[in-house]
């Protein structure tokens, strides 16, 4: 039941770990969105402009891109402040511990989003060494 209750909070810890990069994935697909609006409304003033002569239609296509370009920015931006706060939470946390090779895995792993190969190389232990440490790390971050 203690091992069961252990698994379940190294989980919810990593959940929370892994908020920072969540944070940014999600700040991506807003910046695909917006370079995604931003090509149509490209498109829609190069075709505007050679329909030249003819009605009005394409002035509301193009403001209603515009209102909608100005709404994804503004997500963007929210997103942004999101991350660094998020950022910041996990930087502190990680930085209130008291073994720094724990603390290095979990930046290694977390912040940065390196794989395990990749932090066994640069810390230069072993892959299974740098898997000890990390769950040493977790039963010692605390996260509320």
């Not at 609006?37 to 209603?64: C, F, N, R, W, Y």
């Not at 998020?86 to 090779?101: G, H, S, T, Y």
């Not at 898997?131 to 605390?142: F, K, P, S, T």
Request: net charge positive; proline share 1%.
């Amino acid at each position: 039941a203690l091992e069961e209750r252990q698994k379940i909070e190294n989980e919810r810890k990593k959940e929370y770990l892994w908020g920072y990069r969540k944070a940014c994935k999600r700040l991506a697909v807003l910046e695909e969105q917006l370079v995604s609006i931003q090509q149509v409304e490209a498109s829609a003033k190069t075709q505007q402009l050679s329909d030249m002569p003819k009605g009005g239609g394409h002035q509301a296509d193009l403001s209603d891109l515009m209102v909608k370009i100005e709404k994804i920015q503004r997500k963007m931006d929210a997103a942004k402040v999101e991350a660094m706060r998020v950022k910041v939470d996990i930087e502190l946390k990680i930085a209130e511990m008291a073994d720094p090779d724990e603390q290095m895995v979990l930046r290694m792993r977390y912040i940065e989003g390196k794989k395990w190969n990749y932090i066994s190389e640069k810390m230069k232990y072993s892959w299974r060494q740098v898997i000890n440490i990390h769950g040493r790390a977790l039963l010692n971050v605390q996260i509320k």
